[in-house]
């Protein structure tokens, strides 16, 4: 239910972040050291990176967020087990869910390429859904 932010330089802790109410299963980091974390609990979480505020709860999957990855312009993606990537935007996190991938089964990781074009690998086909 908690997240330990470290110094990679020195080791030392920075800050905890609280606030889940199940595990926390996924964490990423943005450009601006803001801090992404997805949980048991159906939501993403976004974290001041430098003293662990909380900014925002996005609520809208309806199972355990897996995977949450952040482009460099801020846009949140999220991977759930209930089957859905959600796309968070805009200073108001406008959401909207991708549609036309295989959904035989969740998403578990998510990565972003150099120009923030999505990448999500199937877990049971042979396959990587390209956004």
């Known amino acids: 239910?908690?997240?330990?932010?470290?110094?990679?330089?020195?080791?030392?802790?920075?800050?905890?972040?609280?606030?889940?109410?199940?595990?926390?299963?996924?964490?990423?980091?943005?450009?601006?050291?803001?801090?992404?974390?997805g949980s048991w609990d159906k939501t993403v979480r976004v974290w001041a990176g430098d003293d662990g505020r909380p900014l925002r709860t996005l609520q809208g999957h309806t199972d355990a967020v897996l995977a949450v990855a952040v482009g460099s312009d801020g846009t949140i993606y999220s991977a759930s087990l209930d089957k859905t990537i959600r796309v968070w935007s805009g200073a108001t996190c406008a959401v909207r869910v991708?549609?036309?991938?295989?959904?035989?089964?969740?998403?578990?990781?998510?990565?972003?390429?150099?120009?923030?074009?999505?990448?999500?690998?199937?877990?049971?086909?042979?396959?990587?859904?390209?956004?």
Do not use: F, N
């Not at 239910?1 to 990423?28: F, K, Q």
């Not at 295989?102 to 956004?131: F, H, M, N």
């Open 1 to 37: 239910t908690t997240i330990r932010v470290w110094s990679a330089a020195d080791g030392a802790h920075l800050c905890t972040l609280e606030g889940h109410t199940s595990a926390v299963l996924s964490v990423a980091a943005g450009l601006d050291g803001t801090v992404y974390s």
């Open 98 to 131: 991708l549609s036309g991938m295989d959904v035989d089964d969740c998403t578990r990781t998510l990565a972003l390429g150099r120009d923030d074009t999505l990448y999500s690998p199937g877990q049971r086909k042979e396959s990587i859904a390209v956004w």
